[in-house]
């Protein structure tokens, strides 16, 4: 596309570019890149092979590559409002995270998920306040209905309890939703059973610095 026609007219040309990004982007490009520039390399003319998918929230403050302290090319991240993975579904609309899933899977052959939720989770916390009332017109609200049976299990089970545990609960719980609808994907659910991929429900509990991680052996989640 030419560059002053159709939508990059709706560009305000260069003076608001943000300034932090570029700058961010010349101190990895002087100080970072030069010590691994041979494996940047070396990706790239092989290509990616990632063991680890990740499924992680959009939240700012926990970024998989910085909280497991990876390198290029280690991890294949997926990161969407509050973790979700949605069940197999008619393919009508657009599945971002699924057709991410598809190629981690199918593609580069992963040997784990894992569902990465997290404390003081925005989305969730939007659930737990809108629950049956979302709007419709809302994309957020539609996209969280598919962790709804974990708000209603922590409303049923923890409805005495406070606003920051039945957060905490649902945040758990809704890892327990996305780590069933994986299965319902028959390229996941063929490969699990063969024993050729493994997953797993993790949380990291940012005041403790944790990691938790779901032992379904004990239906609990555990510091690992
Ligand atoms: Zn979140």
Redesign the pocket.
Known sequence: MNAKSGIMNQSQGTSNWPQPLIEGFLRFRDNLFPSDAIEYSRLFAEGQQPKFLIIG?C?SRVDPAIIFNCAPGELFVVRNV??IVPPNEARIGHHGTTAALEYGVCNLGVEHIVILG?QC???IQTLLHTGEKSSPDSFIDDWMSLVEPARASVERDYADSSIEIRRTACEQRAILVSLKNLLTFPWIAQRVAEKSLAIHGWYFDIDQAQLLGYNASTGQFESL
Do not use: E, I, S, T
């Open positions: 929230c939240d509050a973790n997290h989770c925005g989305g």
